[in-house]
């Protein structure tokens, strides 16, 4: 039996109808082979990071299990995103799905294609609160700190309101 890994899956989207957009996603990842949610967050609605001049956000986080390796789950996560509309805009631009790799186990990665654990996830309120919410103590392989310290420490003074 191939060894499984826990994984975390952001997903947010700020185009269309918003909720709707993140709950294909999920029932996207739902069906992968040999991959199961343990667990998710509740809605969260949130300003942009970045490009400010655009809508506020829904995200949310799943907690999940795959026995897939790293780069066949991520390439899956690029063509649930694409197969939903997201479409090559400018950077922290608005779109109508998003789907972030924030952690794969405790693996660490860093390539130009793929960087895990995500690089920014620590500095981002719409992704601590979410995943505070179901996976408080995990711990970030890079930081050496369990999400709610990350989140405790944050400095983004950004709202993300749980819908």
Request: charged residues 30%; hydrophobic residues 40%.
């Amino acid at each position: 039996m191939a060894k499984k890994s826990k994984i975390f899956i952001g997903i947010g989207s700020n185009k269309g109808n918003r909720k709707n957009n993140c709950e294909t996603a999920i029932k996207a990842l739902a069906a992968i082979k040999n991959t199961v949610i343990i667990k998710k967050s509740s809605f969260y609605e949130t300003e942009p990071w970045g490009d400010k001049q655009q809508e506020n956000f829904i995200n949310c986080v799943l907690e999940m299990e795959t026995d897939k390796t790293i780069f066949d789950f991520f390439s899956f996560l690029q063509q649930t995103e694409k197969g939903i509309g997201k479409e090559k805009e400018s950077v922290w631009g608005p779109r109508k799905i998003d789907i972030d790799l924030l952690f794969f186990g405790q693996e660490i990665i860093e390539q130009s294609t793929l960087t895990v654990p995500h690089p920014f996830l620590h500095l981002r309120r719409f992704v601590l609160e979410p995943l505070a919410e179901i996976a408080p103590d995990f711990v970030h392989p890079k930081i050496n700190q369990p999400v709610k310290n990350l989140l405790h420490r944050l400095t983004d003074p950004k709202k993300a309101l749980k819908i």
